[in-house]
């Protein structure tokens, strides 16, 4: 991901942390499209998927809501797993948590960040939550896809996806 580097000549402080995303966003050179002064929408492209990433701000309690929606849809039947495998990927998060868009059936990936009392929302802030949203979305990928199209149970597909390689070829 690219760094952006933000300097604040007078000191003020920005208002709504969606300008920022918007700079981040740009600086990646991603499409997105802003909303509103709400909402912000984007599309980042992974190694195993293009990732819908969503920015919500309320400024009314300084939260700014984000998350980032997998380019795969869960069909009804393979549910179940799925709900037990976000589960068991959720303990191994240490921010954000991973859920199911109830009506298009996609895994997404959420966090929120409190801003109150926060001058600002800084860059490298904006730039770490992305950041680490697309490496745990990345990690868990396979194991979703080892779940719903490879039939295999929740702890199978982490097994599987988790395996970590050592040595050389």
Avoid at 54 to 78: L, Q
Avoid at 88 to 110: C, Q, S
Wanted: charged share 25%.
């Amino acid at each position: 991901m690219t760094s952006l580097a933000l300097h604040e000549e007078d000191n003020t402080c920005v208002s709504n942390p969606l300008d920022l995303v918007e700079q981040v966003i740009s600086a990646n050179e991603w499409l997105y499209d802003r909303r509103s002064d709400a909402e912000l929408a984007a599309e980042a492209q992974g190694k195993w998927c293009d990732y819908g990433l969503f920015f919500c701000w309320s400024g009314e309690i300084s939260v700014m809501h984000f998350s980032a929606a997998f380019d795969m849809k869960a069909p009804p039947k393979a549910r179940g797993v799925l709900y037990e495998l976000l589960a068991k990927a959720n303990e191994r998060l240490w921010i954000g948590h991973f859920g199911l868009d109830e009506e298009t059936g996609m895994p997404v990936y959420r966090h929120s960040m409190l801003l109150r009392g926060a001058h600002a929302a800084a860059a490298e802030s904006i730039e770490d939550l992305i950041d680490i949203a697309m490496t745990e979305c990345e990690r868990f990928f396979p194991a979703f896809q080892f779940a719903l199209w490879g039939g295999k149970s929740a702890d199978a597909a982490l097994d599987a996806a988790m395996l970590e390689c050592a040595g050389e070829a």
